[in-house]
């Protein structure tokens, strides 16, 4: 009989979650300057990822009482986690975003471990590699991490800015949670140590870790905060998904729109990300007020490696976008405070230890709680940083890539930002109904960030 593993409450509630206009999966595209050595990274991908982490060779089993468990594959069949695909003509950026989309609307195959890798040929450039892990696995942090360390000569702990080291809180219940947010009130005196160093880097994770004791204010505040407006981003949604990805952007450019207006690079890409929203929604004639973004927050030690067993280790804070106000200066400037105050917030610590404690509990449960405060936001927004220095996949030079998060809650909007090598690359995952040309936003985001360099007022 093949060895079992129980799933962990968090990994299982995504599990859970997964439905067929909410697909619970992580998806990164990576697009390379050349043609990949197909026999030369499947041989990378069993040595560094199959060999190395066992959820790669195991499958999930549904629980028949409680929770779900790790089942391993006797012999894993590579060939099925790892295939080609051939984009189709005119093999332009469209024709690939078309692709990847489609693939971002097909789950995984179950009966399976939760992952595969797709080599794209055809694009114009070069070879790309699309993919597809389910959220069970890990979080989209620690896939991101993982992903690194297939690039020749690096590891992931290269790609990251380090906080001091921080114990590692035990799983389980209730004392999970209270352990938890002791660890992460050390983990957060290491960071802001290192504060200077954060806010020049654009990382939505370590930088929001504070320690406090308002936890029970906080989550009063979570719960009792209104659902989001009513707008064209929220709705039904469908099984058909968008993807889009903009060219990238100079992170120097960012940076000095920071040194010049007094903000963080964090700061500017979230305020253009802002302002990009309120012209979107002006475009349609729909009236510009201030969403929610939910803001997944890393809560593993960025100095530890990745553990072999992967696994959910974050929490959300609901970050309140000014929409509402008119220009790019006061947007930049009322986004700085909003940021501040989640700085000094438990909300992920407190948010981590919810999601652990309710995936113990029934599905339906799990589905309306996850719902309930799905409806408090608009969109999911997420900000990953890369390598800082060029690296290679398999012999190939990685030319960028982007990433993006299952739109939990059913949201219909992901806003992603992948800082590498010098450039950020905004992503936009979508539903179709919600958002059918995501290239608008995209496009948005661009104005908005000549507006702040240029004519803020």
Sequence with gaps: MAAQERMSSVDALWFHMEEPANLMMITAVLWFEGRLDFDRLKAVVRERLVERYPRFRQRAVPGLLGLPHWEDVPALDLDAHLSWLEVPPPGDRAALESLVGQWMSTPLERSRPLWQFHVVTGAHGGDVLLARLHHCLADGMALARVLLTLTDGAEASAAFEMPEPGPRPERGGLASWVQGARVMAGTARAVWRKGAELAAEPILAGDLLVQGARGAAAMGKLLMTPPDPRTSLRGPLGTQKRAAWSDPVPLERVKAVGRALGGTVNDVLLTAVTGALRRYLESLGEPPEDLHALVPVNLRPLDAPVPRELGNHFGVVFLRLPVSLGTPLRRLQELTRRMERLKRSPEAVLTFGALELLGHTPAALERWVVDTFG??????????????????????????????????????????????????????????????????LIQAFHEELDALATDPD
């Design 375 to 440: 409806s408090k936001a608009s969109l999911i927004a997420t900000n990953v940083p890369g390598p800082r220095e060029p690296v290679s996949l398999a012999g190939t030079r990685l030319e960028g890539l982007t990433f993006w998060v299952p739109q939990t809650g059913h949201l219909g909007l992901g806003i992603s930002l992948f800082s590498y090598a010098g450039q950020v690359t905004v992503g936009i995952a979508a539903d179709a109904g919600r958002v059918s040309d995501p290239h608008a």
